[in-house]
């Protein structure tokens, strides 16, 4: 490019080189600025913000959260082409349904230098066999958390909540979501995830109706609260949750069922639409060191797939029962059910809360 058209304006010369000179490095450095950007889309609460400020200080990359409210909206963003995100965290059920509509990208986690801390179990789940997409956020189960000062009795069985004792009757909380208490539900009649057997419906329907006049409310949201204020005596909760509650009330007490719980797990996957996927990367990598992840799970009250993260845990969460399953207990993972199964399962729960 020419500086300058005529040679009697030397200095008007200079001073459009100076000028040109100053608008490449001024876009040299917004790039440089652009490339040190990292967004995530998770759920609300469910990002340690001391978590975020070691990786800003790391690597000098400048972190974004932004919120969501369920995997359905989610699924529903990515759908609709929203760019700009580099990390989301979706539930397990719905890690196929991305990598099937090619909502999210594989990232090569098993080539990043802190994968070997990632817990054998966590290295070939049945939604991303070798972790091609995603790697475990949190995990944990669902089931009951009773309170021992109201009922005395055993608590060896998802009975409690299903088919309570009358020192519980008229003080359950369940979870408002149909999926959620379907699912348990299943667990505790021992029935296949996402059946639409006419009988294990029959009796799915049955039970859901026997005991619905137990139940004080249908509704997740504060159910650590709830139960932790004695609002309720017992309740459906998650793992995480349930750990919350008994730090605001002692007596409370977390079920492992004869039948099994139900698990679940969150993972990190990176969208399709990423600006920055090897900032990503490195936010991964981030979160397979031990210490990293236990910031993550004191702040969530939820277990991680790091191995060797609970000596950075507070003492309280890593001897936890509600995120340390005995050895042996069922856990079942659920999985995205076909469309007669939900729909028969809607058709109950409306029934049910009607």
């Known amino acids: 490019m020419k500086l300058a058209s005529s040679p009697k304006s030397p200095s008007r010369a200079i001073a459009s080189g100076a000028a040109l000179i100053g608008l490449m490095l001024g876009a040299s450095s917004a790039l440089a600025d652009d490339a040190k950007e990292l967004r995530i889309f998770n759920w609300g609460g469910y990002t340690a913000p001391d978590l975020v400020a070691k990786f800003e200080k790391e690597t000098g990359i400048k972190v974004t959260v932004d919120t969501y409210d369920s995997n359905e909206t989610l699924l529903a963003k990515l759908s609709a082409g929203s760019a700009g995100y580099d990390i989301a965290v979706a539930s ?5 349904i991305m990598i099937e509509q090619g909502l999210i990208q594989p990232v090569d986690i098993a080539a990043l230098k802190n994968y070997g801390n990632l817990a054998p179990e966590w290295k070939d789940r049945a939604w991303d066999p070798g972790n091609r997409y995603s790697i475990v956020w949190n995990w944990g189960t669902t089931s009951a958390m009773v309170d021992t000062a109201v009922y005395k009795g055993p608590l060896d069985s998802l009975a409690v909540l299903f088919d309570p004792p009358a020192e519980l009757q008229g003080k359950i909380g369940m979870s408002g979501a149909t999926s959620e208490v379907v699912s348990l539900a299943l667990v505790y009649l021992g029935k296949p995830q996402c059946t639409a057997e006419i009988e294990d419906l029959k009796a799915l329907s049955a039970l859901l109706e026997k005991q619905k006049p137990f139940v004080k409310t249908y509704d997740a949201a504060g159910i650590a609260e709830r139960l932790g204020a004695g609002e309720v005596a017992a309740a459906e909760a998650w793992s995480g949750a349930a750990y919350q509650a008994r730090q605001q009330r002692a007596s409370l007490a977390y079920v492992y069922g004869k039948e099994g719980v139900y698990g679940w797990a969150d993972n990190v996957v990176v969208p399709k639409t990423a600006a920055h996927v090897e900032n990503a990367k490195l936010f991964i990598d981030f979160l397979m060191n031990p210490e990293n992840a236990a910031i993550l799970s004191n702040y969530t009250g939820s277990q991680n797939g790091i191995t060797g993260s609970g000596a950075f845990m507070t003492p309280a969460l890593a001897s936890a029962p509600e995120i340390n399953p005995p050895k042996g ?12 199964a939900t729909k028969a399962y809607e058709r109950i729960m409306t029934k049910v809360r009607s």
Do not use: R
Not at 329 to 340: A, M, R
């Open 92 to 96: 397990a059920d719905f890690v196929p």
């Open 329 to 340: 207990e069922t856990i079942v993972f659920g999985k995205v059910c076909p469309p007669e």
